[in-house]
């Protein structure tokens, strides 16, 4: 993770003095910098499924632990209506009906959101 992020950092860096210098259109950088704002993107859902996905081998032993990791989660990607579920399972386990229920709010939210997006 490091190495690409040095990596990402190097090609904007260049693609910026390359742009000083006249030698990039400024296009070029800004689609530069959009195409890595685009991999950071993928590389959020990632992180956010690898945290989902340890919250779930931990929900029956550590729900506490469990919990921690779907909120990461969530913060990563707010719209997956997955991570939502996880929470309304991982709060209800711990007796906490009123985050349960906001949970619930949330991925009803997020699944009617997919739902529109479905191509007509």
Do not use: C
């Not at 719209?79 to 399972?89: K, Q, R, S, Y």
């Amino acid at each position: 993770m490091t190495i690409l992020n040095e990596a990402t950092h190097t090609t904007l860096e260049h693609e910026m003095e390359q742009s000083f210098q006249g030698k990039t259109s400024e296009e070029e950088t800004e689609e530069t910098a959009e195409a890595l704002v685009a991999q950071g993107k993928v590389l959020f859902r990632e992180a956010a499924n690898a945290y989902r996905n340890t919250g779930t081998l931990k929900i029956l032993t550590d729900p506490k632990r469990a919990l921690e990791l779907y909120i990461k989660s969530s913060e990563l990607d707010p719209t997956n209506p997955g991570v939502w579920e996880a929470l309304v399972i991982v709060y209800t386990i711990l007796g906490e009906t009123a985050a349960a229920t906001a949970a619930r709010k949330e991925m009803e939210a997020r699944k009617l959101q997919e739902l529109k997006n479905i191509p007509k």
